[in-house]
């Protein structure tokens, strides 16, 4: 889902392909020629940050197999194990 939302965003910020984004010296710019770069920035920024979401969602899931010695959650029935 989220990989077709940044999909969306690309194709919305008219993404052009196969020439870079520069200006030649003496030129001026038509606003037509280049893409935004406000929408690419935001979507690194969602990907980093899904990244780290699931980063951190690994690392609970690992802690929690070690606190509780199972992954299932019908079985999981405290955080402070069997006494």
């Given at each position: ?9 690309f194709s919305v910020n008219r ?69």
């Open positions: 889902m989220s990989h077709a939302a940044n999909l969306l965003i993404l052009k392909r196969g020439a870079p984004p520069l200006i030649a010296a003496g030129g001026s710019l038509r606003f037509e020629a280049a893409s935004d770069p406000l929408p690419q920035a935001l979507i690194l920024t969602a990907i980093v940050i899904s990244f780290a979401v699931l980063a951190f969602a690994l690392a609970l899931l690992h802690r929690i197999f070690q606190i509780a010695g199972c992954d299932d959650l019908d079985r999981i029935r405290s955080t402070e194990g069997e006494t």
